[in-house]
C-alpha cells in the first residue's frame, strides 16, 4: 500500500508537469487554433537560459531562474506570436504546423551545437530527503514538484474564471467575433494567452529538468506527454488538460512499476488511441463549433 502511494504521488508530481504544458496546447487551440509542435522544446529550454544566466553572468539561481522567466516571455510569448504565428495564422493549419515542427528542430539543434550535447546538471531540492504522506515515505523533490504545479493549475484557474481579463479571454475563445463586438480587445486576449504560454512552460522547466537533467532532447517526450494529455482530457477545455495531464502523469508510473517499463510509452498512445475512436473531444471536452 505505502508503494502504490508513493507511486501515485510520484505520478501526480509527473503529471502536473505535463498539465502545465498541455494547457498552453490548449490555451493556444481555444484563442488562435494554433497547435504548437514546438511545446516539448519550450519546456526544454528555458532550463538552459538559467543554466547560461549561472554560468555566463555568475547569477544564484533565483536570480538566474526570473531572468529566464523574462527572456521565456519574450521570447518564447511575444517573438513566437509575431514572428512564427501571426504570418501564417491566415495561411492555413498545415503552414503553421510545418513553421512550427521547424522550430522544434531549431531549437534542439541550436542547443545542441552552441551550448552542449551531453546532458547538463540542474539545481534542484534535495531528492534524498523523504516526507511522510499518510504514512509513506515520499521524496521531497515529489512534493515540491506537485505542490508547485498544482498551486499554478490553482492560480491560473482562478485568474480565468474570476478576473475580467480571465473572462474576456474566455469570451475570445468561445467566439471572438461576438467578443470584438462587446469591446474586447481580441488581440490583446489572444497575446495574454502567449504570455502565459511561456510562463507555465518556464515553470514546468524549472520542474522537469532537475529529474531528467538539461538535455536538448527532452523536449521530445514532454512534447508528446502534454499533447497526448491534452487530447486525452479535452482539447478545448483548460481543465481537461489538467485532468489529462495528471492522468498520463499516474498511468506512466504505475505502468512501469506493475505492468514494465518496456509498456511505459505504449499505454498513453493506446489510451489516445481508444479516446479518439470513442470521445474525440476529449474525456471532459466538449463537441462545439468554433465561429471565427
Same mark, same amino acid.
Given at each position: 500500500?505505502?508503494?502504490?502511494?508513493?507511486?501515485?504521488?510520484?505520478?501526480?508530481?509527473? #503529471?502536473?508537469?505535463?498539465?502545465? $504544458?498541455?494547457?498552453?496546447?490548449?490555451?493556444?487551440?481555444?484563442?488562435?487554433?494554433?497547435?504548437?509542435?514546438?511545446?516539448?522544446?519550450?519546456?526544454?529550454?528555458?532550463?538552459?537560459?538559467?543554466?547560461?544566466?549561472?554560468?555566463?553572468?555568475?547569477?544564484?539561481?533565483?536570480?538566474?531562474?526570473?531572468?529566464?522567466?523574462?527572456?521565456?516571455?519574450?521570447?518564447? #510569448?511575444?517573438?513566437?506570436?509575431?514572428?512564427?504565428?501571426?504570418?501564417?495564422?491566415?495561411? #492555413?493549419?498545415?503552414?503553421?504546423?510545418?513553421?512550427?515542427?521547424?522550430?522544434?528542430?531549431?531549437?534542439?539543434?541550436?542547443?545542441?551545437?552552441?551550448?552542449? $550535447?551531453?546532458?547538463?546538471?540542474?539545481?534542484?531540492?534535495?531528492?534524498?530527503?523523504?516526507?511522510?504522506?499518510?504514512?509513506?515515505?515520499?521524496?521531497?523533490?515529489?512534493?515540491?514538484?506537485?505542490?508547485?504545479?498544482?498551486?499554478?493549475?490553482?492560480?491560473?484557474?482562478?485568474?480565468?474564471?474570476?478576473?475580467?481579463?480571465?473572462?474576456?479571454?474566455?469570451?475570445?475563445?468561445?467566439?471572438?467575433?461576438?467578443?470584438?463586438?462587446?469591446?474586447?480587445?481580441?488581440?490583446?486576449?489572444?497575446?495574454?494567452?502567449?504570455?502565459?504560454?511561456?510562463?507555465?512552460?518556464?515553470?514546468?522547466?524549472?520542474?522537469?529538468?532537475?529529474?531528467?537533467?538539461?538535455?536538448?532532447?527532452? #523536449?521530445?517526450?514532454?512534447?508528446? $506527454?502534454?499533447?497526448?494529455?491534452?487530447?486525452?482530457?479535452?482539447?478545448?477545455?483548460?481543465?481537461?488538460?489538467?485532468?489529462?495531464?495528471?492522468?498520463?502523469?499516474?498511468?506512466?508510473?504505475?505502468?512501469?512499476?506493475?505492468?514494465?517499463?518496456?509498456?511505459?510509452?505504449?499505454?498513453?498512445?493506446?489510451?489516445?488511441?481508444?479516446?479518439?475512436?470513442?470521445?474525440?473531444?476529449?474525456?471532459?471536452?466538449?463537441?462545439?463549433?468554433?465561429?471565427?
Amino acid at each position: 500500500m505505502d508503494n502504490l502511494l508513493q507511486l501515485i504521488v510520484s505520478g501526480l508530481a509527473t #503529471g502536473g508537469i505535463y498539465a502545465l $504544458a498541455a494547457i498552453g496546447f490548449a490555451l493556444l487551440w481555444q484563442t488562435s487554433q494554433t497547435v504548437n509542435f514546438a511545446q516539448g522544446e519550450f519546456v526544454m529550454i528555458p532550463a538552459f537560459f538559467i543554466l547560461a544566466a549561472m554560468k555566463y553572468l555568475s547569477l544564484p539561481f533565483w536570480a538566474a531562474a526570473l531572468l529566464a522567466l523574462v527572456i521565456s516571455l519574450l521570447v518564447l #510569448g511575444v517573438a513566437f506570436k509575431r514572428a512564427v504565428v501571426d504570418p501564417l495564422l491566415h495561411s #492555413g493549419f498545415v503552414p503553421l504546423v510545418i513553421a512550427t515542427l521547424g522550430l522544434s528542430l531549431f531549437m534542439k539543434e541550436g542547443v545542441k551545437i552552441f551550448y552542449s $550535447a551531453e546532458p547538463q546538471p540542474f539545481p534542484a531540492f534535495d531528492a534524498a530527503a523523504k516526507v511522510s504522506v499518510f504514512g509513506a515515505a515520499v521524496s521531497m523533490q515529489s512534493v515540491v514538484v506537485l505542490g508547485v504545479a498544482v498551486a499554478t493549475v490553482l492560480a491560473l484557474q482562478l485568474f480565468v474564471a474570476r478576473t475580467r481579463t480571465g473572462r474576456c479571454m474566455q469570451a475570445t475563445a468561445q467566439n471572438p467575433m461576438v467578443a470584438r463586438l462587446l469591446g474586447v480587445q481580441v488581440d490583446r486576449m489572444i497575446q495574454l494567452t502567449f504570455l502565459i504560454n511561456a510562463g507555465l512552460v518556464t515553470i514546468a522547466s524549472i520542474l522537469v529538468t532537475p529529474i531528467y537533467y538539461a538535455s536538448y532532447n527532452n #523536449g521530445e517526450t514532454l512534447g508528446m $506527454a502534454a499533447f497526448i494529455a491534452a487530447i486525452v482530457g479535452g482539447f478545448n477545455q483548460i481543465r481537461g488538460a489538467i485532468f489529462g495531464g495528471f492522468l498520463l502523469g499516474i498511468i506512466d508510473n504505475l505502468s512501469a512499476a506493475y505492468i514494465s517499463a518496456a509498456y511505459r510509452s505504449v499505454l498513453p498512445l493506446l489510451l489516445l488511441v481508444l479516446v479518439i475512436l470513442f470521445r474525440p473531444q476529449g474525456i471532459l471536452g466538449r463537441v462545439e463549433e468554433r465561429v471565427l
